[in-house]
């Protein structure tokens, strides 16, 4: 057996010596491979490498060792959930967790074997098999305990936990935070505003998700000793006489016996003779010499009433976090905070400008959580109490918001850029008071809203006339694109008795929308054709109707320059997959194109899809599925 491989290697080697002498003149005439001096320098390769999937850089780091000291660090950027399913993960990310600036860690649910069908087995019931191991939390705390000097954005979704855990990671540098709690939890436990800003000082923005309750210690630990009221607040006058439109808190009404005859409620300033009686000292409006006005804003929005050393130490502490935070944007979904509660947060989120209040309705999460009286009184005092809010969404279905809370609303914040009410009875009064008030508003959300006929058509003059506008959201709203007002009886306003014909329809003003989301009434080319006039359309979601892709010609043909999109949402006919075709038109001419989703249509051909995908080496799109 030697001598035979033996025999096989010389006369492999005989082979590839015998070479015609015109063969070797044509390999020496070739010219030879000049690699650019650019791929040298680091920094230019660190700017390629920006532009490349995960994939595309595993490959690059494979390439040699000074390219694989440049791009393996890369690879540990943006760590995902599943990356800490594999073996070798935890070692690796050791060695590099300095370069990490994402990371994405989901606990996925244990869930438990399906039943049988058959009735014998619930009679002769065999032990139940093993559930899979739950993803502990010491993993991601392990991988942690390295330094993240670069750690800026980290996002954990916990399953039947208590949310205060997450807050003790060592990664203080994050400026991205987003707590995910699923499941029902036997206690909701509670989550304070102090710790969050202790664990994380450097907050810009903050997401919570679940059911626990968020609040604050000063709140919390007078709860009961004391009854709060917010009056209306007080307007501040500047120096020429007109009324800011920051508005001041008058103090809380305290009832009588709560504190003995002759105390003063501690941080009440001025409640004895003098021209500052009844106004309270706040150092995010009103200048201040001294550290006591600090306090005393604090204390007047928790009405405390000790002045022990114990709520001395707390107030301090407050005011510091106070003048140290961050946080500009606030998104609660699911979490249980009162009123009051919210009004007490302001004294920690003095730069606060975006506010998203949401209550999602998903199968294992349909509990109602907030209750709230909507009360004049008290959106006055959240203006008070959140001067520069310019971004604004609520979504309660459970409760829908009536039209004259929106119109307070409205009124109480000029200076929104963003209105968001879902669910709610935002109409004709309401869109007139956003035109007056709001005139910088340029994001626009109604989705799922109880609209009335005079509504759409004072809607469609809106978007007929509105040209600032760059995303509108109406879910759940169709308009028509194929009849002329006097064929379409849903265009009809005011009643038999006083109808009015709406205008023929126009097109819309709002030329440099990015996002989109609604329905249309008309064939696949009309609406296809009533979408080329948003080039710059970045998400587009047409809810209705089921579309037709092909010929591509007819329909997606006049999306031509639209090469913005990176999200595409629509409903496909029954029964019918999508071509091959439509697929490489929007992979020539979608170069940005991350997460396509089709509604309906051929399920089954899903993975044929997404293998289209991968052989134009488009990896990073990601294809949805799902039945409608």
Same mark, same amino acid.
């Given at each position: ?248 808190? /008058? @103090?809380?009404?305290?009832? =009588?016996?709560?504190?003995? +005859?002759? &105390? ?7 409640? $004895? !003779? ?11 409006? /009103? @200048?201040?010499?001294?550290? =006591?006005?600090?306090?005393? +804003?604090? &204390? ?7 002045? $022990? !050393? ?319």
């Amino acid at each position: 057996s030697l001598l035979r491989k033996t025999k096989d290697w010389s006369s492999a080697n005989s082979n590839t010596s015998r070479i015609s002498p015109k063969d070797r003149k044509n390999k020496a005439k070739r010219p030879p491979q000049i690699v650019s001096p650019a791929l040298i320098i680091p920094e230019v390769v660190l700017s390629i490498a920006s532009f490349l999937n995960r994939s595309t850089l595993a490959r690059c780091a494979r390439v040699c060792k000074h390219w694989n000291s440049i791009f393996q660090p890369l690879l540990f950027r943006y760590i995902e959930s599943a990356d800490f399913d594999r073996p070798d993960f935890a070692h690796a990310f050791q060695e590099h967790s300095r370069f990490a600036t994402s990371i994405k860690w989901i606990q996925e649910p244990i869930r438990p074997p399906s039943p049988k069908k058959h009735a014998w087995h619930k009679i002769f019931r065999r032990r139940a098999d093993k559930p899979p191991a739950q993803k502990q939390f010491e993993q991601l705390k392990q991988s942690l305990a390295g330094e993240t000097p670069a750690l800026k954005t980290l996002s954990v979704r916990i399953q039947n936990q208590d949310p205060n855990i997450i807050l003790r990671l060592p990664a203080c540098t994050v400026v991205n935070l987003q707590i995910s709690s699923r499941g029902y939890p036997a206690k909701k436990p509670k989550v304070y505003m102090e710790d969050i800003l202790d664990s994380y000082p450097h907050l810009v923005n903050l997401t919570l998700e679940g059911l626990f309750t968020l609040t604050t210690r000063l709140v919390h630990s007078n709860q009961g000793s004391e009854s709060t009221i917010y009056p209306p607040p007080a307007l501040v006058m500047n120096d020429q006489g007109d009324n800011v439109a920051t508005l001041l808190p /008058m @103090p809380p009404t305290v009832t =009588s016996n709560a504190h003995p +005859s002759g &105390s003063t409620p501690a941080g009440v300033i001025g409640s $004895g !003779s003098g021209s500052g009686e009844g106004v309270l000292s706040d150092p995010a409006v /009103m @200048p201040s010499s001294s550290s =006591s006005s600090s306090t005393s +804003s604090l &204390s007047a929005i928790s009405t405390t009433s000790s002045t $022990g !050393s114990t709520s001395s130490t707390t107030r301090a502490k407050a005011a510091n976090i106070r003048t140290t935070s961050s946080i500009e944007t606030l998104k609660l979904r699911l979490v249980d905070v009162s009123q009051e509660g919210l009004l007490a947060l302001s004294a920690f989120l003095p730069r606060l400008e975006s506010l998203l209040i949401e209550e999602f309705l998903v199968p294992d999460m349909m509990i109602k959580i907030y209750r709230w009286n909507w009360s004049t009184e008290f959106i006055h005092s959240l203006k008070a109490s959140f001067p520069h809010l310019r971004i604004l969404r609520l979504a309660i279905p459970f409760d829908v918001i009536k039209e004259d809370t929106i119109v307070e609303i409205l009124k109480a914040f000029p200076n929104l850029t963003t209105v968001g009410f879902r669910n709610s009875h935002f109409g004709q009064r309401a869109l007139k008071t956003m035109q007056e008030c709001c005139k910088n508003v340029d994001c626009f959300d109604i989705s799922f809203g109880f609209s009335s006929r005079e509504f759409k058509h004072d809607l469609l003059l809106f978007l007929q006339a509105n040209t600032s506008l760059r995303e509108f959201e109406a879910d759940g709203m169709i308009f028509h694109l194929d009849r002329s007002a006097e064929e379409d009886d849903d265009m009809v306003v005011g009643g038999p008795n006083h109808s009015v014909s709406q205008p023929q329809v126009l097109p819309w003003a709002c030329t440099k929308l990015e996002k989109l989301v609604c329905g249309f009434q008309g064939t696949d080319s009309a609406v296809f054709q009533f979408l080329s006039r948003f080039p710059l359309l970045e998400n587009l979601t047409v809810t209705y109707p089921s579309l037709k892709l092909s010929p591509v010609e007819s329909t997606l043909g006049w999306l031509a320059k639209s090469n913005n999109i990176r999200y595409f949402w629509f409903s496909q006919y029954r029964n019918l997959p999508m071509d091959k075709s439509s697929i490489q038109w929007m992979l020539t001419h979608w170069p940005n194109l991350k997460t396509l989703h089709v509604a309906g249509g051929g399920v089954v051909k899903r993975k044929v899809i997404r293998q289209m995908f991968k052989d134009a080496q488009r990896l990073s799109v990601h294809v949805e599925y799902d039945r409608m």
